[in-house]
């Protein structure tokens, strides 16, 4: 089993940044996506961002588009997300996550999840 560790959720106001990390205990797969996932109250858990290797392709939801920014080390099988210009719908509990293959989408085809880390934005 690969584990995945969230860091760096917090209380933040609106319009300020704060970063998350996530370290995975060892290579989860040969070819594999780490990405993050959101989960607000009272809504489904939805795409934030992820990054693809050995691409290092990117990829960002619609909803996060110019303000978040994914980033990562392949060798020590570590991904971080910087989010700035946050706004109160950005309040969620962030999970890191990581599955095989460039399919990065869709919540189904990760194998692995952390514990998830909780991010609270204020007006």
């Known amino acids: 089993q690969v584990h995945l560790v969230e860091s760096g959720g917090g209380l933040v106001q609106a319009g300020g940044s704060l970063g998350l990390s996530c370290a995975a205990s060892?290579?989860?797969?040969?070819?594999?996506?780490m990405g993050w996932f959101r989960q607000a109250p009272g809504k489904d858990r939805e795409f934030v961002a992820a990054?693809?290797?050995?691409?290092?392709?990117?990829y960002y939801a619609d909803s996060v588009k110019g303000r978040f920014a994914i980033s990562g080390d392949n060798a020590r099988n570590t991904v971080a997300l910087q989010m700035n210009s946050l706004k109160p719908d950005d309040t969620a509990i962030y999970y890191c996550a990581a599955g095989p293959g460039p399919y990065v989408y869709s919540e189904s085809h990760y194998s692995y999840w952390g514990q998830g880390t909780q991010v609270t934005v204020s007006s």
């Open positions: 060892r290579r989860p797969f040969s070819g594999y996506t």
């Open positions: 990054i693809y290797w050995p691409s290092g392709s990117k």
